[in-house]
C-alpha cells in the first residue's frame, strides 16, 4: 500500500490517501490492506491534538452483469467518526468498515445488480474534534455541597471522570478537592488515556476497561439531578455488578456548555433528604428505594429490575428432601384443600379421533 500526503486547509488537519498495493474488490479485505498506516497516521495526529474525527470518501468502481461493457464510477462518503484516545482505535477500525459497507449496500440497492469492480483508494480528511460539551470544573449546587457526601475535584482540564474515578480510589482525609493529590495514580491504575470527555453512554465500556486491571473488583454507578438545585435525583446508569468489592457512585450535571463528574461519598447523605428514616440508610442504585437494614436491602436486590416493570421475576422454590443417596429431590406442587374447588356444572369430553380423515 502507498499513500500521498496532503496539506491542511480550513479546518481540515490533513488530508491524505490509502491506495492498496493490488487489486482489491472486497471491502474487508480493502480495510486490512490500509489500516497499518492508517493507524500510523492517526496516532501522530492524535497525539498533537486532543482528540480527532475524519470521515472517509471511498473511491469505487462497480460492474453491470447487464451490460458487461460498462464500468461505474462512484465515491462513498462515510459520517465523521471520533477519535479521543489509541485505546478507541480498534473500535474506529470496525465502525469505519461498517460505515463502509453500509455506503456500499445502500449504493447497489438503489442501483440494482452492481458489483464491487475494484476499490480504488480511501482518502481521509481529519479534523480536531471540540466538543460542544467540554468536561470542565463546575460547582455543586449549594443544596448538595452542604451535604458534605460528594467530592468534587477541582480540575483545570477535561479530565473530571477520571479524577472522580481515582477520588474514590484512593480517597483523602484531608484536601480532596485538590486535583494534584491523584495525579501520581493516573499510570498505575491504568487511566491516562480517560481524559476527554466521557458521556454516560460510555460508562459500561469503561467499568469493563477498568476491572480488566481491578481484578473484576469495581462497579460504577452514575446519577445526575434535573432541577438548579439538586434536589431532583435520578440514575443515569447502574451496575448490573452491584455485588462487587468497591461500588463507585458518581455524579454527573452539566450547564449549557459544560458537564462535570463528581465522586459521591457518602450515598446515604446524599439521597437522605428524601425520606424521613433517622440515621444511616441503604439504598438500592437501581429503584432509589431505601431500607434501614443491609439485610433487607440484599433480600430485595434479588428481585430488583429498576424501572423495568415488565421485566418477569420467577423464584422457583428450592429441594426440602433429599434421598437416600443424598440426592435432592425435586419439589412437587400440590392441592390439598379440595373443599374450596369450585363445582363444574358442565364437563365435555371430546374424542380427537373421530376429526380424523381416513387417508384414501
Not at 46 to 56: N, P, T, V
Not at 158 to 180: D, E, T
Not at 276 to 305: A, D, I, V
Request: glycine share 4%; proline share 6%; net charge positive.
Amino acid at each position: 500500500m502507498t499513500q500521498n500526503g496532503g496539506s491542511a486547509f480550513s479546518k481540515i488537519l490533513q488530508s491524505f490517501e490509502l491506495f492498496p498495493r493490488k487489486h482489491v474488490n472486497d471491502i474487508n479485505e480493502f480495510i486490512i490492506k490500509i489500516q497499518t498506516i492508517l493507524r500510523r497516521r492517526l496516532l501522530t495526529l492524535l497525539e498533537q491534538q486532543h482528540g480527532i474525527k475524519a470521515y472517509f470518501v471511498i473511491d469505487m468502481e462497480y460492474d453491470n452483469p447487464k451490460e458487461p461493457e460498462r464500468t461505474f464510477h462512484a465515491f462513498l462518503n462515510t459520517r465523521n467518526l471520533v477519535l479521543r484516545s489509541p485505546a478507541e482505535l480498534d473500535h474506529f477500525i470496525e465502525q469505519l468498515k461498517i460505515e463502509v459497507l453500509t455506503r456500499n449496500e445502500r449504493f447497489i440497492r438503489d442501483k440494482s445488480g452492481l458489483v464491487i469492480h475494484s476499490i480504488l483508494k480511501a482518502t481521509a480528511n481529519v479534523q480536531e474534534y471540540n466538543p460542544l460539551e467540554g468536561s470542565s470544573y463546575l460547582p455543586l449546587p449549594k443544596f448538595l455541597a452542604n451535604k458534605h457526601a460528594i467530592v468534587n475535584v477541582n480540575n483545570t482540564d477535561n479530565r473530571c471522570f477520571v479524577y472522580a474515578i481515582l477520588a474514590a480510589l484512593h480517597p483523602q482525609a484531608q484536601n480532596g478537592n485538590r486535583s494534584y493529590l491523584y495525579e501520581q495514580y493516573f499510570e498505575p491504575d491504568h487511566l491516562a488515556n480517560l481524559h476527554y470527555r466521557i458521556s454516560p453512554n460510555d460508562i459500561p465500556a469503561i467499568e469493563e476497561q477498568l476491572n480488566i486491571h481491578h481484578n473484576n473488583s469495581i462497579a460504577l454507578n452514575v446519577f445526575t439531578f434535573f432541577d438548579d438545585n439538586g434536589k431532583l435525583r435520578a440514575p443515569l446508569y447502574v451496575s448490573p455488578h452491584q455485588n462487587r468489592e468497591k461500588i463507585i457512585d458518581l455524579l454527573y450535571w452539566k450547564t449549557a456548555r459544560h458537564t462535570h463528574y463528581a465522586w459521591i461519598r457518602n450515598f446515604s447523605s446524599f439521597m437522605h433528604d428524601l425520606t424521613k428514616q433517622r440515621g444511616t440508610t441503604s439504598w438500592c442504585r437501581r429503584c432509589l428505594g431505601h431500607f434501614g437494614r443491609e439485610s433487607t436491602l440484599q433480600n430485595h436486590q434479588q428481585f430488583c429490575r429498576g424501572d423495568n416493570l415488565l421485566e418477569p421475576i420467577v423464584t422457583m422454590p428450592q429441594p426440602k428432601y433429599h434421598d437416600r443417596r443424598g440426592n435432592p429431590i425435586p419439589p412437587q406442587l400440590e392441592f390439598k384443600n379440595i373443599k374450596y374447588q369450585m363445582k363444574c356444572p358442565f364437563v365435555f369430553v371430546a374424542d380427537c379421533e373421530a376429526f380424523y380423515k381416513e387417508n384414501e
